[in-house]
């Protein structure tokens, strides 16, 4: 999944948000907020600048967020973003108002939105899980100029061909018909039980 897309679906499929700053005394917060637009360097956002939200963001402009779209579990689909934000200041405020006409019933005239500033996390890393398919869907992206890690398990030539692992994976997403076996990234749940499992130590975590 290219990260445009990604960014894409967080605004237009997903949209609402569980953002994590981390207060004066290094304490974490989290707070709903609503992702409201995006290009391909970033996402945007706005708030004001009475809150406590925007006064860790500019004490801090590391931030992470979560978010989920489903109407259950194995319906879900949820992106889980780690990056930077900074302050681009109240220029694209009524852009994200004609693009998001919901808030004009929270801030109905330009007098009372007088004290909104936008954001925008202009680096970042993220990964897309996908539990609404079979196998589960994974994949990561990163935009901005950040690199996104490889992150999870893989399999070493130290591999035996035991075959254990794949009893044990839950989506069965372990190619067996090579030596060594390959797990299937896009698919794993990164659940360990192939680390736990092998005889030959020859999973490694990443």
């Not at 949209?15 to 945007?44: K, N, Q, R």
């Not at 402009?61 to 990056?83: H, P, R, W, Y």
């Not at 330009?110 to 925008?120: E, Q």
């Amino acid at each position: 999944m290219q990260a445009t897309n990604c960014l894409r679906s967080i605004v237009e499929r997903i949209h609402s948000a569980v953002f994590a700053t981390v207060d004066g005394e290094g304490h974490p917060v989290t707070c709903a907020i609503d992702i409201m637009d995006y290009d391909e360097s970033g996402l945007y956002f706005l708030t004001a600048r009475g809150k406590n939200f925007y006064d860790r963001l500019k004490a801090n402009e590391n931030i992470a967020f979560t978010a989920m779209k489903g109407k259950d579990t194995l319906s879900c689909v949820a992106v889980s973003v780690q990056g930077k934000a900074k302050e681009v200041g109240p220029d694209r405020v009524p852009d994200l108002f004609r693009k998001n006409p919901y808030m004009e019933k929270i801030y109905p005239d330009v007098r009372s939105r007088s004290a909104l500033t936008v954001f925008k996390i202009y680096e970042g890393t993220g990964e897309w899980f996908d539990l609404s398919k079979q196998p589960i869907e994974r994949a990561s992206f990163s935009f901005g100029g950040a690199q996104a890690r490889q992150t999870g398990y893989f399999v070493t030539d130290k591999c035996i061909g035991c075959k254990l692992c794949y009893s044990k994976c839950p989506q069965k997403c372990i190619d067996i018909s090579t030596k060594p076996v390959v797990i299937q990234q896009e698919h794993c749940l990164h659940c360990g039980n192939c680390y736990e499992i092998c005889p030959a130590r020859a999973i490694e975590r990443r």
